[in-house]
């Protein structure tokens, strides 16, 4: 085959496509054969048939989340896709039982997998020195009983699912989450992710839009010589000092991003 053909050849197109995914970037610093270690994931019992290659499959769920495919079947197919299912550590595509199965297990343990997953993050040096926080929304079909019809007032629109916010830092790497009912959580969830976020790793920047700019979070960071930033909504980036005891001293605009 000549280099010219190989080019345009739709395989050299999906292993590209693939390769410059930040997923695959992050397999690389992160081990996931611990989840091997939950009993959820143990060997199989006599008479019991399920058969579970837990690391393989947690890389191919967060290769089609990162991708925005979700849903047993579109996850199924794309790890169908052979430089997918070989750059996650299969020695065959995984069938839809096995895609399902480990989905149904891992709910039981996945706050557990999250922790996990941020230490190891936090340990190999992943945890940037500028944190940010915001509220986002997890929308699910209404055949899930524990969601909820919830109002988006960033886009003027209802929707039914859940509210999330986060913490997140670098490549927008995740640190602490706490799901909640609607997509504006109220303060002392808030304040509770942060605190949760700080007993990870310590920031030096702490980032937020105008509805974090309150006194309850400026004082968790003044505790922990964290700097508070705060985006209003015309752009401007607010800091606050703090004192020793957490309490407002002053304030000022930094700097203006362009619009």
Sequence with gaps: ??????QDHPSVDSFFNVAETETLALFEHLSFEFLEEFDVFAPAETGRT?????????RGFLHCYYKDIYGIRPVERELQNTVVWLSCGFDRPPSRDAVD????????IVDEVF???VKQAA???????????????????PADQDASKCYDPTDDEYYYGYGCTIVSTGQKIPIAVEFTESKQAPEETAMRVIRDAFAVKQPIWMVGDSTYDTLDWHDPCGQQVVVPVARTTHGTLMTRKTSSTGSKTASKNTARTSS
Excluded at 1 to 6: G, V
Excluded at 50 to 58: A, F, G, K, Q, Y
Excluded at 130 to 138: A, G, K, L, M
């Design 101 to 108: 199965r480990f989905l149904t297990d891992l709910e039981h």
């Design 123 to 141: 340990c190999r040096g992943l945890l940037d020195l500028t944190y940010c926080i915001d509220s986002s929304n997890v929308r699910t079909m």
């Design 115 to 117: 922790d996990h997953l």
């Design 1 to 6: 085959m000549s280099p010219a053909t190989l």
């Design 50 to 58: 399920r058969e579970h290659e837990p690391p393989e499959l947690m």
